[in-house]
């Protein structure tokens, strides 16, 4: 299934800046960035639990914030893209 997986982490402490660093590292192993703090993820329910898991456990709940998206296996249908960055699919190789 795609997940679309948005956060925002408060940068205002150093703290705060290694947490951001820490949620992007995570999210960059299971998909896609697609936009500065979003990023688009093909996982099975097993692999969404431990990623919802390992962000919990990194995100200062009274500071930050995360969203999730879950649109399933017909995502296709469901994404639009216009403008720069051209869509990539990310369920092709990542070396060609």
Same mark, same amino acid.
């Given at each position: 299934?795609?997940?679309? !997986?948005?956060? #925002?982490?408060?940068?205002?402490? !150093? &703290? ?21 703090? /979003?990023?688009?993820?093909? /996982? ?5 639990? &431990? ?12 500071? #930050? ?18 403008? /720069?960055?051209?869509?990539?699919? !990310? ?6």
């Amino acid at each position: 299934m795609l997940v679309l !997986i948005t956060y #925002d982490v408060s940068t205002v402490s !150093i &703290a705060g800046q290694k947490r951001l660093r820490k949620v992007s590292k995570v999210c960059q192993n299971y998909g896609q960035r697609v936009q500065n703090s /979003v990023f688009e993820c093909i /996982v099975d329910s097993a692999q969404f639990t &431990a990623l919802k898991f390992e962000l919990e456990s990194i995100i200062d709940k009274n500071q #930050d914030s995360l969203r999730f998206y879950q649109l399933g296996n017909n995502y296709k249908t469901k994404v639009e893209h216009i403008g /720069v960055k051209e869509s990539i699919n !990310i369920e092709d190789p990542l070396i060609f």
